[in-house]
């Protein structure tokens, strides 16, 4: 425990430094929803009727900036072959780091997020569930981005390459999450939708930290 305590410090630490990767987040996401009504038009009722789908879509563009990170550093100073002998099993290892980023990017997202739901004029009764649908699945982003990352270490133009493997694995989160501040917009209940994206979190809890420690192994081989 203590072990995985230190490196949980240890991540945040390193994380902190770089504190300019989750300023450029918030600023890709913020600028990406703001051009909308510029392409689409100022109709207020139209925005309301896109707004999910335009600032999830933003959230998932704007979280994928900061994953061919995850594992580059430790990558290019070697601490990635100390991680994978470290007596602090790397599937642990991948979760704290997981969890870092999640906290780094997504945290600051979901932050952000409400003064985008004014701008896109988003109703009030769909905010709680936009929330909680970024709440949801913003970790999944940055699980399946893990796989991603560690995937594509070490390789050319790596960033293209990772958006290339992650966007497809995604397309559930977004239908989920923008499917349920539909259906409040449209009179019906977004239980069905929540539920899919927290099986989605499941899973991904389960199976993304076993992917990408036999990646990273393969990695440093």
Not at 163 to 178: C, E, K, Y
């Amino acid at each position: 425990m203590n072990a995985v305590s230190i490196l949980f410090r240890r991540e945040m630490r390193l994380a902190m430094r770089q504190s300019a990767d989750s300023l450029m987040v918030i600023a890709f996401f913020v600028i990406a929803v703001v051009l909308f009504p510029f392409g689409v038009g100022p109709e207020p009722n139209m925005l309301a009727r896109i707004g999910p789908g335009v600032i999830w879509v933003a959230a998932l563009l704007a979280a994928m900036l900061s994953m061919d990170r995850m594992f580059m550093g430790d990558y290019e100073d070697g601490s990635l072959e100390l991680l994978v002998l470290s007596p602090v099993a790397l599937e642990v290892a991948v979760c704290i780091k997981v969890l870092v980023h999640w906290l780094t990017t997504g945290v600051p997202l979901i932050c952000a997020a409400p003064l985008l739901f004014v701008m896109m004029n988003v109703p009030g009764e769909i905010w709680p569930v936009l929330l909680l649908t970024l709440l949801l699945g913003t970790p999944v982003l940055s699980l399946i981005g893990s796989i991603g990352a560690a995937l594509t270490l070490g390789a050319r133009r790596g960033g293209v390459l990772l958006s290339l493997l992650i966007l497809p694995l995604v397309i559930p989160v977004l239908i989920f999450a923008a499917g349920a501040g539909d259906a409040v917009l449209y009179g019906e209940g977004a239980k069905a939708n929540l539920m899919l994206l927290g099986g989605v979190l499941l899973a991904a809890l389960a199976l993304t930290p076993w992917a990408t420690a036999q990646a990273l192994r393969e990695a440093v081989a």
